[in-house]
């Protein structure tokens, strides 16, 4: 997946390397989510919202957490409702008889 200076972020970018950057640690976690709040309409939003509540970093983190979660299931749904608009007709692979 390429994320051209077009596109539209809403969560994290995944890293470019999984095998080279992997994120174990809620520190790294954190890292990661105060890099990318810049570019995230998501991300940015809930900070936004977080720091004009007033919200604790736990509080904060679970408003994302929510948030992210609820854009997960509206995503899953909207992908589940094109799949039964546009389903894909069957594919049928013929064997070459000339060999």
Same mark, same amino acid.
């Given at each position: 997946? #390429?994320?051209?200076k077009? #596109? !539209?972020? @809403?969560?994290?970018?995944?890293? $470019?390397?999984? $095998? +080279?950057? @992997? !994120? *174990?640690?809620c +520190?790294?976690?954190?890292? $990661?989510i105060? *890099?990318?709040?810049? +570019? #995230?309409? &998501? !991300? $940015?939003?809930?900070? !936004?919202?977080?720091?004009?509540?007033?919200?604790?970093?736990?509080?904060?983190?679970? =408003? /994302?957490?929510?948030?992210? &979660?609820?854009? /997960? *299931?509206?995503?899953?749904?909207? =992908?589940?409702? /094109?799949?039964?608009?546009?389903?894909?007709?069957?594919?049928? /692979?013929? *064997? +070459?008889?000339? #060999?």
């Open positions: 997946m #390429s994320f051209d077009y #596109s !539209i972020q @809403v969560g994290l970018r995944p890293p $470019a390397d999984r $095998a +080279d950057r @992997v !994120i *174990e640690t +520190d790294q976690m954190r890292q $990661a105060h *890099e990318q709040a810049r +570019d #995230s309409a &998501l !991300i $940015a939003n809930m900070m !936004i919202q977080a720091d004009y509540r007033g919200l604790s970093g736990e509080d904060r983190y679970t =408003c /994302l957490a929510y948030h992210a &979660l609820l854009q /997960l *299931e509206h995503h899953f749904q909207r =992908c589940m409702e /094109l799949m039964r608009l546009m389903p894909m007709p069957p594919t049928i /692979l013929k *064997e +070459d008889k000339r #060999s």
